[in-house]
């Protein structure tokens, strides 16, 4: 496998070039993978699979039935309930939700026979088996393909004609070649390249940037300075098209191409010295927020709280209620209104 300098630290990675989507089909000619739960990652991965040429048979209850059928799925030939396709499988995508996991998992596990591979997409019922009860048989092969991003961005930069970065992990191999199916795998399901983690590493770092950066702070912060906008009279549109449309339509694009310093020296000299300046305050001010975050993922403090709440019977409605009042506050119904005037969105 080549290795990249990344920073001065040498690391693996594994590229469509060197496990190439034949040698993936090669690998898997005798497998059956059998996707079991057709949400937002199970829908993404197993139409990439699909349309990859693999044996892929969808296993899903209610709620996506119909979703997988409008999508091609054929029931009784391709789509089944979650315990028959884990029966029929070999490797078993293991992808319904963490909570959904616990709950299925004394079941499922009496379908996974010698030989066979469980397969995840997040380190969660693994590395927190004392609160979830996951822990597989002896004879089977345990792996981890985390795609680095949404199950919709899994599939739309399919569908463009890219990949999006995945991490991969083998936590048991009784087969001898559970590594040779996790690339596969990660390469059928449309990974633009693969790097290794562990499953405690996956986990750790996806809960801490779900509840950071990526989502969490994110929207915290825009929520802030939105807020102190408007609170010195500027108004909804400016406020919105300050904080969030430059930073999603004009500024995170530029990063996305060349990086953050490519972005500032793609800026006004004014910006780019407010920046500069301004940028290690933040970044100090929210250290121990982070800290304390880490600690709580690590804690499982924090997987806890989820299998509690994500369990409740009502917890979709619950769930629903609270972005309902995301969407509805004002800031995100200014966005709605600026977005309905992007001049591509005029044209149509």
């Known amino acids: 496998m080549p290795k990249i300098n990344i920073g001065g630290v040498m690391e693996e990675v594994v590229t469509a070039e060197e496990f190439t989507l034949e040698k993936a089909r090669k690998a898997l000619k005798a497998e059956t993978v059998a996707v079991v739960g057709y949400g937002v990652q199970g829908r993404g991965q197993a139409l990439n699979m699909r349309d990859n040429g693999i044996r892929c048979i969808v296993g899903e209850g209610a709620f996506n039935w119909q979703k997988a059928i409008d999508e091609g799925f054929k029931p009784g030939e391709t789509l089944f309930p979650p315990f028959e396709a884990a029966k029929r499988g070999t490797i078993i995508q293991y992808l319904m939700s963490d909570a959904d996991q616990k ?22 019922s693994i590395v927190y088996k004392d609160q979830t009860g996951v822990v597989p048989p002896a004879d089977i092969d345990v792996i981890l393909v985390a795609p680095k991003g949404a199950g919709r961005t899994v599939r739309d930069n399919f569908l ?11 936590f048991q191999d009784a087969t001898g070649k559970a590594l040779e199916r996790t690339l596969a795998v990660g390469i ?7 790097f290794p983690t562990t499953f405690e590493q996956e986990v750790y770092s996806d809960l801490t940037g779900e509840r950071g950066v990526l989502m969490g702070c994110l929207a915290g912060v825009l929520e802030a300075q939105y807020n102190v906008l408007r609170k010195h009279g500027h108004s909804p549109s400016e406020a919105f098209n300050e ?12 990063v996305a191409q060349n990086g953050m310093d490519w972005m500032y020296a793609n800026c006004s ?14 970044r ?42 995301m ?4 800031m995100w119904k200014a966005g709605a209104v600026v977005r309905s005037l992007r001049p591509e969105r005029r044209k149509k």
């Open 103 to 124: 709950a299925m998992w004394p079941e499922l596990k009496t379908y996974l026979s010698k030989g066979k591979a469980l397969y995840f997409s997040h380190g969660f």
């Open 160 to 170: 463009a004609g890219s990949g999006i970065n995945s991490s991969y992990a083998v």
């Open 188 to 194: 059928a399901i449309g990974s633009g390249y693969l």
């Open 243 to 254: 904080t969030v449309e430059e930073l999603t339509q004009s500024l995170m694009p530029l």
């Open 269 to 282: 000299t004014t910006a780019q010295r407010g920046a500069l300046d301004w940028k290690d305050r933040f």
């Open 284 to 325: 100090d001010a929210v250290a121990p927020v982070f800290d304390e975050l880490y600690d709580r993922v690590a804690s499982g403090k924090e997987t806890a709280i989820v299998l509690k709440v994500n369990s409740m019977p009502d917890y979709r409605e619950k769930l629903q209620k609270e972005l309902d009042a």
């Open 327 to 330: 969407k509805n506050s004002e």
